[in-house]
Nanobody, 117 residues
Framework: QVQLVESGGGLVQAGDSLRLSCAPS????????MAWFRQASGKEREFVGQ??????TTLYADSVNSRFTISRTTDTLYLQMNSLKPEDTAVYSC????????????WGRGTQVTVSS
């Protein structure tokens, strides 16, 4: 089992930057991919980006490409968000998988990001 805990959310203004963190615990050696997803109020969950052991090592949604950067250390997954827009407002969750493709097995509870105009 893997547990994921996100942190770093908050209220910012349009154009600001914010960095989210996700700390995995448990059987972290089994993790092959980690990703960020987001869900705005009243909308479906949306893939933001992922980091993987296999090619391509990073992958981003078109809506955040060139503004968001995912990175991973041994202990933590990060999401650096720059040039934030009001439409980036959502609950951001990290996820982990033991496989190279397919669905994600483990999910955090999420952290709220609110971007005011």
């Amino acid at each position: 089992q893997v547990q994921l805990v996100e942190s770093g959310g908050g209220l910012v203004q349009a154009g600001d930057s914010l960095r989210l963190s996700c700390a995995p615990s448990g059987r972290t050696d089994s993790i092959y991919r980690m990703a960020w997803f987001r869900q705005a109020s009243g909308k479906e969950r949306e893939f933001v980006g992922q980091v993987s052991r296999s090619y391509p090592t990073t992958l981003y949604a078109d809506s955040v490409n060139s503004r968001f950067t995912i990175s991973r250390t041994t202990d933590t997954l990060y999401l650096q968000m720059n040039s934030l827009k009001p439409e980036d407002t959502a609950v951001y969750s990290c996820a982990a998988s033991n496989r190279a493709t397919g669905y994600y097995d483990y999910w955090g509870r999420g952290t709220q990001v609110t971007v005011s105009s």
